[in-house]
Each structure stands twice: as C-alpha cells, then as structure tokens.
C-alpha cells in the first residue's frame, strides 16, 4: 500500500491548491484566520468564495478586502424572508460555478437542508463551539457551565442531514474553571477556533485527514488514526 492508497480520488487527481468556500453568517473572524494563514504561505488553498446569507456581515468586509468572490444571500430581502429553499439554489448555483473541494461553515447560522448537504459536491465541514457529541446546538457555553463540565471545547465535524451528528475530525480541548462565565468561557473557544481550524484544513489539504471518510476502503482506515483528533490548548 502506497500513501496515494490513503488519499481520497480528489487529493489524488488534483495539482492545485484545495478549493474552499466558506459559509458565513457573522462576523468572520474563522475565515480571516484563513486569509491570513493563506498570505502567510502557511496553507496550501485558495479560498474561491465566500457565502454570506446576512447583508451586514462583517465577513463580507473581510472577503472583499482579500479579493474573494462574495455572495450575498441575504435571508431578508425588504422585510422579506427568504426561504431556505431559495437560499439553497441560489447557494447552489454559485458552487457550482466555484467547483470547491470543500465547503467550510465558519459561524453559519442557518440549518440546511437533507437534500442539500446530500447533493452537495464537496465536502462540508462545520464549526461547532463544544466537544461534540456532547453539546450539540446553541446556547453551548452557558449550557457547560450549568452541568458542571470540568472540559470543554470545539469541535470541527463533517456535515450530515442530522444537526451536529456527522464525523468529528478534530477537537480542541480546555479546562474550565469554577470561575468561568459563558462570556469568558466563548472568548477563550473562539481563540481555540481560530488554532483548529488552520490546523484542520492543513490536514486535508496535505491528503493526511481524508476529505471523504466514506470512500477509503477499511484497510486503508487501519493506518489512519483513530478520529478525531485532538488538540489540548492550556488556558
Ligand atoms: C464561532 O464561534 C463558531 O463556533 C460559531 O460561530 C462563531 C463564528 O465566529 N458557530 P466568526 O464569525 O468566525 O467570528
């Protein structure tokens, strides 16, 4: 068996950097730790678009000074809202046109459909502020403090039609003091974020995570490690 064994078709076909687009709702501030991870030359990918589906996302600004390709799907057109069918096929639309490899949702705050993340032509991952799968939803850090938790943490799982449910890859792990506030406990995640993240995608662009779990065959996935993994960052 030959390391090309390990790579999924993709990796194994392209020359090029890995293609991503990024799903966005928010601030951005997972996506300019791209850009800037990308300037620095530490990341082999190209960030080809970036979706947003609030026309006052600060990600927007962010993208735009990078000189990506933005996509504003607002959900609200002139006190409209728009249906997340709509949004899909316009989404839709404009992946295609980007033809990524894979599909980052980095503080995107609309549940997409089965139908959409299973005709999906790339990979999506997804951001979630919690050790999954534990926590799965909102409201993570307010609901870790209440039950007590001694870890928490974030997690970077594949997207599946199940909320949350899908294949965790990677974590990073906290200790959380008696002390802690929901406030300070979502400083401390994010800035775990903006490590796993770049870490993450560097693992799939080099081919060492694989982009589609489903096609390595089970011997192959005897020499990968055991996922996700895991990453323990002191506070
Ligand atoms: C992140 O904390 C992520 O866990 C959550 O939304 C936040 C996005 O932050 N889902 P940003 O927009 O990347 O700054």
Sequence with gaps: MSVDDLKQPSQQQRTGPLRIAVLVSGNGSNLQVLIDAIQAGALPIEVVGVISN?????????????HIPVAVLSHTDSGKRMGIKTFETHASAQLVAWQP??????????????AFINNSTATMINLHPALLPAYKGLNTHQR?????????????????????????????????????TADRLQTQVQSMEHQLLPWTVLLLAKGILPL????????????????????????
Excluded: W
């Excluded at 609030?54 to 990078?66: C, E, G, L, P, V």
């Excluded at 490899?101 to 089965?114: E, N, P, Q, T």
């Excluded at 390595?216 to 055991?226: D, G, H, M």
């Design 54 to 66: 609030r026309d006052d996302a600060y990600a927007i600004t962010r993208a735009q000074q990078a």
């Design 101 to 114: 490899d894979l599909i980052i949702l980095a503080g995107f705050m609309r549940v997409l459909s089965a």
């Design 144 to 180: 870790v403090i209440q039950a007590g938790e001694r870890y928490h943490g974030c997690s970077i799982h594949v997207v599946t039609a199940e909320l949350d449910a899908g294949q965790v890859l990677t974590q990073a792990l906290l200790n959380v003091n008696p002390k802690d």
């Design 212 to 235: 589609n779990t489903n096609k390595i065959s089970a011997e192959a996935k005897s020499y990968l490690p055991t996922l996700p993994l895991r990453l323990f960052l002191e506070s």
